[in-house]
């Protein structure tokens, strides 16, 4: 499921999947490997965002969180889920 929420001075990305999960605290501290949500990260902290990851049993969540301060937009009028499926048809 993919949820992009526009509110008065925020941006939300929501990635929500039902896999397997993992442990995020092994694969952020990991010498080899994460090197992708190292990257998420480090481009949502340059921009002056915020990149959370939850995962375990049932899935995983990755939300993106980016202020912006002029963005002048009602939330129920910009607010969009899809799912996967919408998306391949």
């Known amino acids: 499921r993919v949820t992009l929420s526009f509110r008065k001075k925020q941006i939300q990305l929501i990635i929500f999947d039902d896999g397997k999960g993992f442990n995020v605290d092994r694969v952020q501290t990991a010498q080899r490997g994460g090197i992708g949500l190292r990257n998420m990260r480090e481009r ?18 990755v939300t993106a969180t980016l202020s912006t301060p002029t963005l002048a937009a009602t939330p129920s009028a910009l607010t969009h889920s899809t799912t996967p499926d919408e998306l391949h048809a």
């Open 44 to 61: 949502m902290e340059g921009l002056g965002g915020k990149l959370t990851i939850h995962s375990g049993l049932g899935g995983t969540c």
